[in-house]
């Protein structure tokens, strides 16, 4: 399981830092990603890393959030500065995990709510 935090009300311009941490038994971690929902609206991605620590971010984030990963601490991270309040979302975590039975696996957290707004 996933376990998201972080999310929050932020004022535009503000920052937050966003964790994820994965619970249970498994082999390693190939990939992790944060992807973000507004309302009536499909899921879309923000930036993701590999295990080799390659990331990749859509452009209208690039410069203002850094993605991080702690595999040891089955944790990832999102620091979001420079807020804007169209960011206002309901923010996921994923991650592609290796498990011992059933190869490779994409998880997903529940999602938390960040809030950009004056």
């Known amino acids: 399981q996933l376990q998201a935090s972080g999310g929050g009300l932020v004022q535009p311009g503000g920052s937050l830092r966003l964790s994820c941490v994965a619970s249970?038994?498994?082999?390693?971690?190939?990939?992790t990603g944060w992807y973000r929902q507004h309302p009536g609206k499909e899921r879309e991605l923000v930036a993701t890393?590999?295990?080799?620590?390659?990331?990749n971010y859509a452009d209208s984030v690039k410069g203002r959030f850094t993605i991080s990963g702690d595999n040891a601490k089955r944790t990832v991270y999102l620091q979001m500065n420079s807020l804007k309040p169209e960011e206002t979302a309901v923010y996921y975590c994923?991650?592609?995990?290796?498990?011992?039975?059933?190869?490779?696996?994409?998880?997903w957290g529940k999602g938390t709510q960040v809030t950009v707004s004056s």
């Open positions: 249970g038994t498994f082999r390693s971690i190939n990939a």
């Open positions: 890393i590999t295990s080799s620590g390659h990331t």
């Open positions: 994923m991650m592609n995990i290796r498990t011992w039975t059933t190869g490779d696996m994409i998880y």
